[in-house]
């Protein structure tokens, strides 16, 4: 596999039941892409954590050193489905990336400008009532949950986020969750993990169980008002209730979807509310 481009944004724990729960194997496997690259092909790689850095520290070819912070957040702001830290970091990679292939930088502002989202990935389901609904239940782990927690900061009214998770944990708490939790209003419990969470928020964070993600949607819905944000952001695998995060997502989009119907409100998908 000799790749012109290869890009890693960062490691953290995950999947490492492939490697018989060893880290260091896991990030070795992200090394070994380097080394087989040629001298005159690019490497890019998001240094914002240290085994990134590692392995940044061993390229003998081209490299690109990026990171989060070299995104403007007034540029970001401009993006809308690109908003939180780790889209920054994701923009700095895709930036590199292309200019590498020769692109220009008024082919990337465009790009930047119009890309639409991917599916369960902080997906911008539209609005209801000023309520937006977001999709993002490919956040299987607390480590990629914690930046769609970060996206959306409190207002001059309090914390914003209705927040929908649960499911199959990958661990105990919320890991790095906890810095969000002042963005929270409400966190609504959905499957097997459900209890566990209930313990782990306790009293920090107002929370109800709701078994189920359409009895969650209903529990926010009603309880949210206008600046708020429903988001599904379960930081758990789905395979007590669904086949995988896809359906998962996918059910939720037709709930939000029915909901707009009962309402008259036209939901876009990928985009925001018309």
Same mark, same amino acid.
């Given at each position: 596999?000799?790749? /012109?481009?290869?890009?890693?944004?960062?490691?953290?724990?995950?999947?490492?039941? *492939?490697?018989?729960?060893?880290?260091?194997?896991?990030?070795?496997?992200? @090394?070994?892409?380097?080394? $087989?690259?040629? =001298?005159?092909?690019?490497?890019?790689?998001?240094?914002?954590?240290d085994p990134c850095k590692q392995i940044a520290s061993h390229?003998?070819?081209?490299?690109?050193?990026?990171? %989060?912070?070299? !995104?403007? =957040?007034?540029? @970001?702001?401009?993006?809308?489905?690109?908003? &939180?830290?780790?889209?920054?970091?994701?923009?700095?990679?895709?930036? =590199?990336?292309?200019?590498?292939?020769?692109?220009?930088?008024?082919?990337i502002a465009t790009g930047l400008a119009s890309f639409p989202?991917?599916?369960? *990935? $902080?997906?911008?389901?539209?609005?209801? &009532? &000023?309520?937006?609904?977001?999709?993002?239940?490919? %956040?299987?782990?607390?480590?990629?949950?914690?930046? =769609?927690?970060?996206?959306?900061?409190?207002?001059?009214?309090?914390?914003?986020?209705?927040?929908?998770? &649960?499911?199959?944990?990958?661990?105990?708490?919320?890991?790095?969750?906890?810095?969000?939790?002042?963005?929270?209003?409400?966190?609504?419990?959905?499957?097997?993990?459900?209890? $566990?969470?209930? *313990?782990?928020?306790?009293?920090?964070?107002?929370?109800?169980?709701?078994?189920?993600?359409?009895?969650? !949607? @209903?529990?926010?819905? %009603?309880?949210?008002?206008?600046? /708020?944000?429903?988001?599904?952001s379960p930081i758990a695998a789905s395979f007590d209730q669904? *086949?995988?995060?896809?359906?998962?997502? /996918? %059910?939720?989009?037709?709930?939000?979807?029915?909901?707009?119907?009962?309402?008259?409100?036209?939901?876009?998908?990928?985009?925001?509310?018309?």
């Amino acid at each position: 596999l000799e790749c /012109d481009v290869t890009v890693l944004t960062n490691i953290t724990p995950d999947h490492l039941d *492939r490697y018989d729960g060893d880290f260091l194997a896991y990030a070795a496997s992200k @090394q070994q892409l380097f080394t $087989m690259q040629h =001298a005159d092909q690019l490497a890019v790689i998001a240094t914002d954590d240290d085994p990134c850095k590692q392995i940044a520290s061993h390229i003998s070819h081209r490299l690109s050193r990026v990171s %989060a912070g070299d !995104v403007a =957040a007034a540029d @970001q702001a401009a993006w809308p489905a690109l908003q &939180g830290p780790h889209n920054a970091q994701n923009v700095a990679c895709a930036i =590199a990336a292309v200019r590498g292939l020769g692109l220009t930088d008024a082919q990337i502002a465009t790009g930047l400008a119009s890309f639409p989202g991917l599916a369960h *990935r $902080m997906e911008l389901l539209g609005e209801i &009532g &000023g309520v937006l609904y977001v999709n993002d239940s490919k %956040a299987t782990n607390a480590a990629s949950a914690a930046p =769609a927690l970060a996206a959306y900061p409190p207002l001059g009214n309090g914390p914003r986020i209705h927040w929908i998770l &649960g499911g199959v944990a990958k661990g105990d708490g919320i890991g790095e969750c906890e810095a969000g939790l002042a963005h929270v209003a409400r966190a609504y419990l959905i499957g097997d993990a459900a209890p $566990m969470l209930a *313990r782990t928020l306790g009293q920090r964070v107002a929370n109800e169980y709701c078994g189920t993600l359409e009895k969650a !949607v @209903q529990s926010a819905t %009603a309880q949210a008002r206008a600046g /708020d944000v429903i988001l599904l952001s379960p930081i758990a695998a789905s395979f007590d209730q669904f *086949r995988d995060f896809e359906a998962r997502g /996918d %059910a939720f989009r037709g709930l939000v979807a029915a909901l707009a119907v009962d309402q008259g409100t036209t939901m876009h998908h990928g985009g925001n509310a018309a």
